[in-house]
């Protein structure tokens, strides 16, 4: 069965590349969302086996996001992708539940290798 994932990113272009990236990987994507209000709205109308969740949005930051997640008992694995590398952030977002943390820059195949591992 193919894994299904949400996309959160308020880049457009950040959306494309993970889409692209896991669809050419096998994965279904079956939804993106650009801020923190639609990311939570969507993973529980959606119930994506993967969200890929960016660290900072324009309404939210990610950790707060995981946090409702959490509190909610949403089911999905999250990896959370950002460009906020700092250990203290990386550490915050497994704490609270993150299958991986990637610090973007990154490749197709971490993306994919991290998403099989969630």
Same mark, same amino acid.
């Given at each position: 069965?193919?894994?299904?994932?949400?996309?959160?990113?308020?880049?457009?272009?950040?959306?494309?590349?993970?889409?692209? @990236?896991?669809?050419?990987?096998?994965?279904?994507?079956?939804?993106? @969302?650009?801020?923190?209000?639609? @990311?939570?709205?969507?993973?529980? =109308?959606?119930?994506?086996?993967?969200?890929?969740?960016?660290?900072?949005?324009?309404?939210?930051?990610?950790?707060?996001?995981?946090?409702?997640?959490?509190?909610?008992?949403?089911?999905?694995?999250?990896?959370?992708?950002?460009?906020?590398?700092?250990?203290?952030?990386? $550490? =915050?977002?497994?704490?609270?539940?993150?299958?991986?943390?990637?610090?973007?820059?990154?490749?197709?195949?971490?993306?994919? =290798? @991290?998403? $099989?591992?969630?």
């Amino acid at each position: 069965m193919t894994k299904s994932v949400l996309i959160v990113d308020d880049s457009l272009y950040m959306r494309t590349l993970i889409k692209d @990236a896991l669809e050419s990987g096998g994965y279904s994507v079956v939804g993106q @969302a650009a801020n923190g209000e639609e @990311a939570i709205d969507l993973a529980f =109308e959606l119930q994506p086996d993967v969200i890929t969740l960016d660290n900072i949005l324009p309404d939210m930051i990610g950790t707060d996001i995981l946090k409702v997640y959490q509190e909610e008992g949403l089911k999905s694995k999250v990896v959370m992708i950002s460009a906020v590398g700092q250990e203290s952030v990386v $550490n =915050e977002g497994l704490r609270l539940g993150a299958k991986a943390y990637i610090v973007k820059p990154f490749t197709n195949d971490q993306l994919v =290798e @991290a998403i $099989n591992k969630a």
